[in-house]
């Protein structure tokens, strides 16, 4: 079941996302997130990019560079994937799950980039920019 918080409908690219390559057998690019958060990624980037010009147009360059670096990295993204509940629902392989990987800091923020790609896939730029800056909103106004 996907969290009320994720506006996702299609139940198998939810699974997906939350499918670390320990767990995907045969075919771990296809049958991983790897895919979904290499796309999320670039989404997360642009939307806080956009976020940051369009609130702070006296900043410089340099400045917006340092701002989005400091949102779209994996604490801020890991805190978000343990607020959403998305540790319960990773599939790791039993070796993963023993090292700890279910808590692990890259592993989390990894899954929320590619629920980023999922619902840009699924929905569109516009639900997942709303996404986005609703769930990074307390990041972004620390920066502000």
């Known amino acids: 079941m996907i969290p009320k918080q994720i506006?996702?409908?299609?139940?198998?690219?939810?699974?997906?996302a939350m499918r670390h390559r320990s767990a995907a057998g045969s075919n771990p690019i296809a049958d991983s997130y790897e895919?979904?958060?290499?796309?999320?990624?670039?989404?997360?980037?642009?939307?806080?990019?956009?976020f940051l010009y369009e609130h702070h147009p006296t900043w410089a360059q340099g400045m917006l560079s340092k701002a989005k670096s400091s949102v779209v990295k994996e604490e801020p993204l890991a805190e978000v994937a343990l607020k959403l509940g998305?540790?319960?629902?990773?599939?790791?392989?039993?070796?993963?799950?023993?090292?700890?990987?279910?808590?692990?800091?890259?592993?989390?923020?990894?899954?929320?980039e590619a629920i980023i790609g999922g619902i840009y896939l699924e929905s569109g730029l516009e639900v997942a920019r709303w996404f986005v800056l609703e769930q990074l909103h307390p990041y972004l106004m620390r920066i502000s």
């Open 35 to 50: 895919r979904l958060e290499f796309f999320g990624d670039s989404v997360l980037g642009l939307v806080v990019a956009q």
């Open 86 to 112: 998305l540790d319960k629902f990773m599939e790791l392989s039993p070796s993963e799950e023993q090292t700890g990987g279910r808590q692990r800091p890259s592993i989390l923020a990894d899954t929320v």
């Open 7 to 16: 506006p996702l409908r299609n139940e198998q690219v939810f699974r997906l």
